[in-house]
């Protein structure tokens, strides 16, 4: 049971360069989360989505773009790369059942904007 | 706009020693989740905590939950180096996202 995996692991974009953080869970569920974490501060969600054909903003949603065609595939896109963007992205994924409500996350993508 | 505040932001303590961490938010929420990270790792699931009252237990690791208060607190009991990390609190009061905290970043000393 792979979980829920993300890539690449790490990457280095120049300003301005678009690209993709691909994200995939293998347990069925619904939910499904991006988040960055800026060094040494928390976590702040910037898109999330409860089930396929569903997106919508967290607390910091400008200069990215997600989609959401199937249950298990969750694509973080950023147009124009920009410096502030430098970030280790998690992707999460949870089934909103009673007794199973958390998340579990990835292993996360480094991304350095140069 | 919703805050998750944790205190302290950064604690060192000595083995064997007992301390708390506190999680509070600004919101009503009858759902919080505890986090650890490694350096370096991803984050890994500790508690989680579904109506007030809520207590739970696994080794030197204790987790609380007062609604009333908005206030969460982690236990450590007897703390070992292996407990060094940061641990996140997070809050969930849509039922569809999760809040973070900032962080508490724990490092015991032998």
């Known amino acids: 049971n792979a979980g829920v995996t993300q890539t690449p692991k790490f990457r280095i974009l120049k300003i301005g360069q678009s690209m993709t953080l691909q994200c995939t869970q293998d347990?069925?569920?619904?939910?499904m989360y991006w988040y960055r974490q800026d060094p040494g501060m928390g976590l702040k969600l910037i898109y999330y989505?409860?089930?396929?054909?569903?997106?919508d903003k967290g607390e910091v949603p400008n200069g990215y773009n997600v989609s959401r065609s199937t249950t298990e595939d969750f694509p973080l896109r950023l147009e124009l790369a920009a410096p502030s963007q430098t970030s280790v992205y998690f992707c999460?994924?949870?089934?909103?059942?009673?007794?199973?409500?958390?998340?579990?996350f990835g292993q996360g993508t480094r991304l350095t904007v140069v | 706009e919703l805050k998750v505040e944790q205190n302290p932001l950064f604690l060192s303590m000595q083995e064997g020693k007992n301390y708390t961490i506190y999680c509070n938010y600004s919101?009503?929420?009858?759902?919080l989740y505890w986090y650890r990270q490694d350096p370096g790792k991803s984050l890994e699931s500790l508690f989680v905590?579904?109506?007030?009252?809520a207590v739970k237990q696994e080794g030197r690791l204790m987790a609380s939950l007062d609604t009333k208060a908005r206030l969460s607190t982690l236990h450590i009991t007897a703390a070992v180096h292996d407990l060094s990390a940061t641990y996140f609190c997070a809050v969930g009061p849509t039922g569809n996202q999760f809040y973070f905290g900032t962080g508490t970043s724990l490092t015991v000393i032998p």
């Open positions: 989505s409860v089930g396929a054909g569903i997106t």
């Open positions: 919101t009503t929420s009858d759902r």
């Open positions: 999460a994924s949870r089934y909103p059942g009673q007794a199973n409500t958390e998340a579990f």
């Open positions: 905590l579904l109506s007030n009252g």
């Open positions: 347990m069925n569920h619904n939910y």
